[in-house]
């Protein structure tokens, strides 16, 4: 089971927007709508910023948003901020039980 | 509010087992819908899903590490243990605990330990 594929980098400058896609197959993204994104500061542990494709678990700003297309989830950022600047991992839920990750993408706020 | 540690050695020789315990806090490990993984990242690089187990000790293997990996439980200390055999230095990362939901709650991991790093050198 390979991993999903996102971009290896993105950035914005404060206030704007950035989308970042996460791509895997008819296995995994595109058989379940179990994709969730995980952000990373530096030495931290990751945090869950969506699950299930679109919704936001509590305490989540609502500038965080997801979507999926077929094989392909995205993760949007609007009203970039400082503190948004971080690695971005996604997952999904695949056949038979078990879990894929994202190369994970490192976002930069301009 | 529920808290995970990792705790276990963090220098493991080539060829032996690495074996990292989860201890959970704040709440029981013994609840029904949610499971107990293991996730680890190689020093810059990504996340990597180990397995998970439930509480009624049914674990779940990423095919990749199936053949080297044991996860198991202990409800009575509420503690999860990792056994990962005949490590190379490929091995090497920061370890994991965390817990996700099953299918009615997301399937998303929720709450993670600190981590813990380990390196494997001779």
């Known amino acids: 089971q390979s991993a999903l594929t996102q971009p290896p980098s993105a950035s914005g400058s404060p206030g704007q927007s950035v989308t970042i896609s996460c791509t895997g197959t008819s296995s995994d993204v595109g058989a379940y709508n179990y994709v969730s994104w995980y952000q990373q500061h530096p030495g931290k542990a990751p945090k869950v910023m969506i699950y299930?494709?679109?919704k936001r678990p509590s305490g989540v700003p609502d500038r965080f948003s997801g979507s999926k297309s077929g094989s392909t989830a995205s993760l949007t950022v609007s009203g970039l901020q400082a503190e948004d600047e971080a690695d971005y991992y996604c997952s999904s839920y695949v056949v038979s039980d078990y879990y894929v990750f994202g190369t994970g993408t490192k976002v930069t706020v301009l | 509010q529920l808290q995970l540690q990792e705790s276990g050695p963090g220098l493991v020789k080539p060829s032996e087992t690495l074996s990292l315990t989860c201890t959970v806090s704040g709440g029981s490990i013994s609840i029904s819908n949610y499971y107990w993984d293991w996730i680890r990242q190689p020093p810059g690089k990504g996340l990597e899903w180990i397995g998970s187990i439930y509480y009624s000790g049914t674990a779940y293997y990423s095919p990749s590490l199936k053949s080297r990996v044991t996860i198991s439980i202990d409800t009575s200390k509420n503690q999860f243990s990792l056994k990962l055999s005949s490590v190379t230095a490929a091995d090497a990362a920061v370890y994991y605990c965390a817990r996700h939901g099953g299918a009615a709650l997301g399937r998303a991991f929720e709450i993670w330990g600190q981590g813990t790093l380990v390196t494997v050198s001779s």
């Open positions: 299930e494709v679109s």
